[in-house]
């Protein structure tokens, strides 16, 4: 990380964008700091995401459960406190949730 001066975020005060999946809704509050985008990003129950995703992250689940589908299949249950990384190109994948989550993530 270069050329990004020290910052303090309220991220209550942050706008919030809507993103529809297949089913429920993803809103993200996003910070751009740079080529550095860091967002805090709440998914409804019921939320699948629309597309397979090949951009890396780096994601911690603050709250609910994460469901993440590997384009070969392989699934990974993420609850608070857990996270996961990935590069850009590496493995495409997808999230979803049966009761909702909230997540940070920075990519």
Request: charge should be negative.
């Amino acid at each position: 990380m270069q050329d990004i001066p020290f910052g303090v975020t309220d991220w209550s005060n942050v706008a919030i964008t809507e993103h529809p999946g297949v089913s429920g809704v993803a809103h993200w509050r996003t910070q751009q700091f740079g080529s550095i985008r860091v967002r805090m990003v709440e998914y409804s129950p019921g939320y699948l995401a629309d597309h397979w995703c090949s951009k890396g992250h780096i994601l911690l689940v603050l709250d609910g459960q994460l469901d993440t589908e590997l384009e070969d299949g392989r699934t990974f249950i993420l609850t608070p406190g857990q996270s996961y990384q990935v590069a850009d190109h590496a493995e495409a994948h997808r999230s979803s949730t049966a009761n909702g989550a909230k997540l940070f993530i920075v990519d």
